[in-house]
């Protein structure tokens, strides 16, 4: 089995629903990080907050595979794409796969853009401390401090909400 770590996140409706029946569906959970409440990113004006986590998963199979069933529980959501970045009700990257690396335009792996968001590093801290250091190490310092302090906000813009969904 590849070990496998997937961000999840919502900002429209049920946000915390869309992510439990997201995790639900998935094949081979094998531990999900706390919820945390973030800021949009590169969002348009007016764009809610998010609800994000990173769910560890076996899966078995090659990259198309997988891709389909990042999309399968997006459409599950009724997520629409209307604009890039627009608010919407699931969002799931694939943010690593067992060490595969990956420039294909469809699923580029390690995401291209995880080591530069805290809503990816702080719950992927919660499962996997060594791929988060590796991934931003002064970002996992920063977030690792402020939780040993007990702060809900453990890093600019992103706080503790939820614990683990499974």
């Known amino acids: ?39 949009p990113v590169n969002a348009p004006e007016g764009s809610g907050q998010f609800l994000n986590a990173v769910v560890e998963i076996d899966f078995e199979a090659d990259t198309s595979r997988l891709l389909a069933l990042v999309n399968q529980l997006e459409t599950a959501a009724n997520r629409e794409r209307l604009e890039p970045n627009a608010p919407r009700t699931l969002d799931v ?11 294909d335009p469809e699923m580029t792996i390690p995401h291209p853009r995880c080591r530069e968001r805290a809503f990816v590093v702080a719950p992927l801290l919660d ?3 060594t791929l988060a250091e590796t991934l931003n190490p002064e970002m996992a310092r920063l977030i690792a401090i402020s939780r040993e302090r007990g702060d809900a906000e453990v890093f600019p813009g992103v706080v503790i909400y939820a614990k683990a969904l499974c």
């Open 127 to 129: 499962l996997d401390s």
């Open 93 to 103: 990257d694939v943010i690593f796969v067992n060490g595969m690396v990956s420039d």
């Open 1 to 39: 089995m590849a070990k496998t770590f997937l961000a999840l996140g919502s900002n429209l409706g049920d946000r915390m629903g869309y992510l439990r029946r997201a995790i639900l569906a998935l094949p081979g959970t094998v531990r999900c990080s706390m919820v945390y409440e973030t800021i």
